[in-house]
C-alpha cells in the first residue's frame, strides 16, 4: 500500500460536489438556529440578476449583477456583520414584491427596510426619494429643497449614487433639471428601464 | 499580503468547503461525513464574528473540523483499537457501498488521532508542522500518529 492509494478514497472532485449539497444544507440549518446575520439570494429581472440582502431588521441591499456586487458582500461583512451567507426563506418576502413590481403589479413596497449602510446625510435623502411615488419624476434640485438644502444638489447627487437599496429605494426617479436620465449607479439604460416601466419615459 | 478585512462567511465557506468535507469524509466516513460537516461549519458560524486572523481561516476550520473527527469517534464508543490485535466487534461507520475495498476497513480499525492525523498528512497533503498545529498536538506527536497509522495500514493490507 502506498500512502498516495487514500487519495482515492475521497476523490477531490466527488468532494467537491458533495460539499456544494451540504453547503446548502447548513444554510437552512443556520437559519433556523438565527445564525445568519446577513441573508443573500439572487433572482432574475428585466435589468439582469439581482442580488438581495436581508438581515433581521429588513431588506439591508440590493446590488446589480457586475462587480458592484463583490463590493456590496465585502461591505456588508464588514459594516454589519461578517455572518453572512446564502439563503434563501430569509429574502422571500422581499423578492415576491420585487417580482410584482417587475411585473407591473405593485406600486408600492411594503418592506421594512435596515438603513444600517446609509450615512445620516444620505438617509435624509433617501427618505426624501422614497417619497417619490410611482410614476412621479423629481430633479436633484427638488431633493435638495425638501431637505432644506437647496443649494446641495450635486451632494443629493452623490447621496443618491450611494443608494444601498436601488429601485425599493427609487432613485432612479431623481432626473437631471433638464429631465435628462443622468447618473445611475447601476448604468443608465437600467434606470431608464425602471421609468419605462412605471411609464414615466417613453 | 496579510489579509486585513475579513471575508463574509459565504466566501470562507466558498473557499474551504470541498477540502473541509474531503477530509472528512475519510476521517468519519462517507456515511457521517454530512453531519460532522454541519456541525464544523455551524461551530464556525457561532465563533465566526470573534476570529482575530483572517489570513488563517483555512488553518483555522480544518482544526475546528479535526475536533470534530476525533469527539465523533470518541462518541461513538470507540478508543483507540489495540495495534497487536484486529477489532473483532462491527465497525460502527459501516459503508455499505464501500464494503468490498479492504482498503476502508483497515482506515476504520485506526484509533480517532492516527486516522485524523494519516488523513491531513496523506490525503490533504499537509505538512508534519500544519498536522501538528491542525490536531494542537507537538510535531513529534504528529509525526507519530502518522507512522504508526501507516504502519498499521501496510500491515492490514498485506
Known sequence: ?202 | MVRRTKPAFQDFLEANRATVYRFLSVAVGPQEADDAFQETFLAALRAYPRVREPDKLDRWILAIASRKAIDHHRRSGRGPVPTDAPPDRPVHDPAPSDHDDPLWAAVRSLPPRQRVAVVHRHVLDRSYEEVAELMGASEQAARANVYQGMKRLRELMT
Open chain 1, 1 to 202: 500500500m502506498k500512502p498516495n492509494d487514500l487519495k482515492r478514497l475521497a476523490p477531490a472532485r466527488e468532494a467537491a460536489d458533495a460539499s456544494q449539497a451540504a453547503a446548502a444544507r447548513l444554510a437552512d440549518r443556520a437559519t433556523a438556529e438565527g445564525l445568519v446575520d446577513v441573508a443573500l439570494a439572487t433572482m432574475d429581472s428585466p435589468i439582469g440578476e439581482l442580488l438581495v440582502a436581508v438581515t433581521p431588521m429588513g431588506l439591508v441591499a440590493i446590488a446589480f449583477d457586475d462587480d458592484y456586487r463583490e463590493r456590496v458582500v465585502a461591505r456588508l461583512a464588514r459594516e454589519v456583520s461578517p455572518r453572512v451567507m446564502e439563503a434563501a426563506a430569509p429574502t422571500d418576502e422581499a423578492r415576491h414584491e420585487l417580482e410584482e413590481y417587475f411585473r407591473g403589479q405593485r406600486h408600492r413596497f411594503d418592506l421594512t427596510l435596515d438603513r444600517r449602510l446609509m450615512g445620516p446625510f444620505a438617509e435624509k435623502v433617501l427618505r426624501a426619494t422614497s417619497r417619490v411615488g410611482f410614476g412621479e419624476l423629481a430633479t436633484y434640485g427638488d431633493i435638495a429643497a425638501r431637505i432644506d438644502r437647496p443649494h446641495a444638489a450635486r451632494a443629493v447627487g452623490r447621496a443618491l449614487g450611494s443608494n444601498p437599496i436601488p429601485i425599493v429605494v427609487p432613485c432612479h426617479r431623481i432626473v437631471g433639471a433638464d429631465g435628462s436620465l443622468t447618473g445611475y449607479a447601476g448604468g443608465t439604460s437600467r434606470k431608464e428601464t425602471l421609468l419605462r416601466l412605471e411609464g414615466s419615459v417613453l
